[in-house]
């Protein structure tokens, strides 16, 4: 049972009206450490430079997309077992599809309430303390 | 203001930023940009406004977005050709949009009047189901792996070489007068540092026990740096805080961004997701080498399975490669500088600008108070205090510029509001138009772009109105159908210029002439030279009822558009040529904080006459001075008489008129291109001023513009000369 306040989080999406409404949720859910990339290549850059435990990223971001991002940091041994969380709009079913073969752990479709941010991080690391 | 509403501004405030990038996307688009990337921006920005809306349902505009976007969707596809006239529908439902959004903004969210046909049209196109609505799909259930709660990762994992130090002191450290950030000073001088504060055991203020410590630190230092070294920094606080310091270096092997980026890149096209991703410093390494010396990609099939098996952790399934050992070093000092993290801009709160100009302006003031005393004061040009004042001076100018450039905005924000006018106009008068823009990073007062946008608009709707032909009259002058319109803005002299010109037939001469006849502005004998015929369009009450269409608007006419140009110490004048199209060019200052004015003097008085509006100025000979009885007076000017207004009698400093040979005239020009003579006492010089507000200071008084304050220290009256003139005009009606 992790401390959601222990777990760091990495918010990549190219919206910052996207990523605040991610960090207000975060926030009320009790995690401290949140970090944010406007575009995947930063969020990489990141993950490199600190450590994270869980991404949340949109799909749809100039230079590197979500997809990418994930391939990238699945193929990368030190950071491939870090949780990722795709964010996607209601017509995405593929993209879902496509994310689930490339390792995604869970998505989130926008809009999203805290509960359901909350359902979707507890459903890969375990109920949140 | 709650956490959400603010998110709500910026989603409005990002959304205005999506909108400027989707139509000038679909604008490039029509211009023949052929860059999946630009079709990529332009679907993006109605998907993220799409997004945003729902967050804060919106509904009205996640509707129409949802539409637009699937057409968007099926035109990036190829499923939709790029056709011109997919295009044309492409930017009107850009136009609803932009509507939407802001109808969203203002709360006031109700059915647009074109939005139901264009979701028609859009739908139709993108062959969507007329009354197909986002239907809530069954997803099915896909299997996610649960992570075994990663939380005990390894810290820090590959990055640059570097350390990451934990630091907290004890209160021992503080009572021996040691200071943590010192040393937080002192390590940032061993390489780049990252701080991050951990201030969570900080108790509540009543609890808190001022001798005790409760703050961490971590620090992240990258860089050519030791451990010896890290530790020498600590060493007078060794044992007297809690200190950890453990090495982060890359993996064996060299690893990297650019190495990872090479990699997904390198998958891309196989996997037919859309256009391949270019890392931003693609260009600085060598991929192509990086991408070569990779295993091939083997990546899951694409096709997306029917059934979801349950997947596991696919670490297996897109293999790491082996970074080639020769291409690391290369790509690592590629990734090295980093660009910017927290952007390049801040958002200022725009009377603090205001408030540090005004400042700049007394210091401005102060330094030629300064300067005069120390001249009065008759020391030697070349004197330490007169050398050190000079550069006082030089270094007062640069930070005034400096600060007025922060006011500065591109004439972008102002440009960018044009094609959607044009394509209002052309659809509207049937007339095909192409909109060319130059000079949009052209940089000018924030003050003087907001003035600009009313005139602009005035002007390109006049030049798409009344200056292009109608398609069959350009056939016939064997010019193409599309008529072109130009924008644009460089700087001159200081000054800022603006250009409006269109390919049309010019003024018609003839016709202006007639209607300037028939309106009384000039006589009917007048002779009068073509830039004359061509300068009656400013004259106040030239435009008429039946000359405004529908388009040119509101009733007003170019002399508006002269006055509110010259309302910021502008200037408009035009050139036509038959045939070939008309050029509106406004020169305009930069800045409205300072002025260049001409400094006189009329009954002791010290007044300044702002230089834009002087024509020239002359020595009044006996003869050429005429009394109209009264006080009233003209004087001759190479054959023209122009009135002669005493400024010291405008502005009530002395009942008799001033002898005119005693005086100097100053030739201005003022509203509508009427003309006249100042006479005042003498001429003192020429200078720059700050202009000060006489309205927030004091109050309005008819005659003066504006205050200054001169280099001696004395109040200088800016003179209103459009009030003089107008107010003196009507006085010399009475007189005569």
Redesign the interface.
């Known amino acids: 049972m992790p401390a959601s306040s222990s777990l760091t989080c990495l918010i990549v999406d190219d919206q910052q009206t996207m990523r605040s409404l991610v960090r207000t949720g975060l926030q009320q859910l009790g995690f401290r450490t949140i970090y944010e990339a406007p575009d995947g290549e930063e969020g990489l850059r990141q993950m490199l430079a600190r450590p994270i435990h869980l991404v949340i990223s949109d799909y749809n971001m100039p230079k590197l997309d979500g997809l990418g991002l994930l391939r990238a940091i699945r193929s990368h041994p030190p950071i491939q077992k870090t949780a990722f969380i795709m964010l996607t709009g209601r017509a995405d079913k593929e993209l879902v599809q496509r994310a689930v073969q490339f390792g995604v752990n869970n998505y989130l479709v926008k809009p999203f309430t805290v509960g359901t941010l909350k359902e979707k991080i507890e459903a890969i690391f375990g109920v949140l303390a | 203001m709650d956490?959400?509403a603010?998110?709500r501004e910026?989603?409005f405030q990002?959304c205005e930023e999506q909108l400027a990038e989707l139509e000038s996307g679909l604008l490039a688009m029509e211009g023949g940009d052929q860059d999946p990337?630009t079709i990529?921006?332009v679907?993006?920005a109605v998907?993220?406004i799409?997004?945003?809306a729902?967050?804060f349902?919106l509904e009205a505009l996640i509707r129409f977005a949802h539409v637009f976007e699937?057409a968007l969707d099926e035109m990036r596809s190829g499923r939709v050709p790029i056709t011109p006239d997919v295009l044309k529908t492409m930017l009107r439902a850009a136009d609803v949009l932009a509507d939407l959004v802001r109808a969203a903004h203002d709360g006031s969210e109700t059915e647009h009047p074109l939005a139901s046909g264009l979701v028609d049209e859009l739908k139709a196109m993108s062959g969507q189901a007329a009354d197909e609505d986002?239907a809530e799909?069954d997803?099915g259930d896909?299997e996610?792996?649960?992570?075994a709660?990663?939380?005990d990762?390894?810290?820090?994992?590959?990055?640059?070489a570097g350390f990451v130090v934990k630091f907290k002191p004890r209160g021992d450290l503080y009572a021996k007068a040691n200071e943590a950030a010192l040393l937080l000073r002192e390590l940032a001088r061993l390489g780049q540092t990252?701080v991050e504060l951990d201030a969570?055991e900080v108790p509540p203020l009543t609890e808190i026990d001022p001798e005790a410590a409760y703050l961490a630190w971590t620090i992240?230092i990258s860089g050519d740096t030791d451990e010896i070294a890290i530790r020498e920094v600590f060493e007078w606080v060794d044992g007297d805080c809690e200190l950890e310091i453990t090495k982060q270096g890359p993996?064996d092997g060299g690893?990297?961004?650019a190495s990872?980026?090479a990699?997904?890149?390198d998958?891309?096209p196989a996997e037919d997701?859309g256009p391949a991703?270019?890392?931003?410093n693609a260009g600085e390494v060598d991929v192509a080498s990086l991408i070569a010396n990779l295993s091939p990609a083997a990546?899951?099939?694409?096709e997306?399975?029917p059934a979801?098996a349950p997947?596991?952790?696919?670490?297996v399934?897109?293999?790491?490669?082996p970074a080639a050992p020769d291409a690391a070093p290369e790509a690592q000092a590629a990734?090295g500088p980093?660009?910017s993290?927290a952007g390049a801009t801040i958002r200022v709160d725009l009377d603090r600008v205001d408030r540090l100009i005004d400042l700049v302006g007394e210091l401005v003031i102060n330094q030629a108070v300064l300067a005069q005393r120390v001249m009065e004061a008759g020391l030697a040009r070349a004197s330490a205090v007169a050398m050190g004042l000079d550069e006082l001076e030089q270094l007062t100018r640069e930070i005034q510029d400096s600060v007025m450039a922060i006011r500065a905005q591109p004439v972008k924000s102002v440009f960018q509001r044009m094609p959607r006018l044009v394509r209002e106009v052309a659809a509207m008068t049937g007339k095909p138009v192409r909109l060319v823009t130059e000079g949009e990073g052209t940089e000018v007062d924030k003050t003087v772009i907001e003035r600009l946008a009313d005139p602009l608009t005035h002007m390109i709707r006049n030049a798409i109105d009344h200056g292009l032909e109608s398609p069959e009259k350009r056939a016939a002058a064997g010019k193409p159908a599309e008529g072109v319109v130009k924008l644009a803005a460089f700087h001159r002299s200081g000054r800022i210029v603006i250009e409006v010109s269109d390919d049309g037939g010019g003024i018609n001469r003839e016709r202006v002439k007639g209607i300037a006849i028939e309106k009384g502005l000039v006589a009917a004998e007048a002779t009068l030279s073509d830039e004359e015929i061509d300068n009656l369009i400013f004259m106040p009450g030239f435009s008429t009822a039946a000359e405004v269409s529908d388009i040119s608007g509101r009733g007003v006419g170019m002399d508006v558009v002269r006055r509110s140009i010259q309302a910021l110490g502008g200037r408009i004048n035009i050139v036509s040529k038959p045939g070939k199209g008309s050029t509106f060019t406004m020169s305009l200052p930069l800045t409205l904080a300072v002025l260049d004015g001409m400094v006189v003097s009329a009954h002791g008085q010290t007044l300044v006459a702002p230089i834009t509006a002087i024509v020239e100025t002359l020595q009044p000979k006996a003869e050429d001075v005429h009394s109209l009885g009264g006080h009233a007076r003209v004087i001759s000017i190479r054959g023209g008489f122009v009135p002669l207004i005493d400024v010291g009698m405008a502005l009530g400093y002395r009942r008799d008129p001033l002898e005119a040979t005693q005086g100097v005239a100053l030739l201005i020009e003022g509203e509508g291109g009427s003309r006249a003579a100042l006479l005042v006492d003498a001429i003192q010089g020429q200078r720059q001023v700050v202009i000060k507000s006489l309205e927030a200071n004091y109050r309005q008084v008819p005659g003066v513009a504006a205050a200054t304050i001169l280099g001696d220290g004395r109040v200088a009256l800016i003179l209103d000369i459009d009030t003089i003139v107008t107010v003196s005009r009507g006085d010399m009606r009475k007189a005569s």
Do not use: C, Y
């Not at chain 2, 996610?144 to 992570?147: G, I």
């Not at chain 2, 997947?311 to 670490?315: A, C, F, G, N, Q």
């Open positions: 956490p959400l603010a998110i910026t989603f990002e990337e990529n921006a679907f993006r998907h993220s799409k997004g945003g729902g967050a349902q699937t986002e799909e997803w896909f996610f792996q649960p992570m709660a990663a939380v990762m390894p810290e820090a994992p590959a990055g640059p990252v969570h992240t993996a690893f990297d961004m990872l980026l990699r997904v890149q998958e891309a997701e991703v270019v890392p931003a990546a899951p099939e694409p997306p399975a979801i997947p596991t952790l696919s670490v399934a897109s293999a790491p490669a990734g980093r660009k993290e």
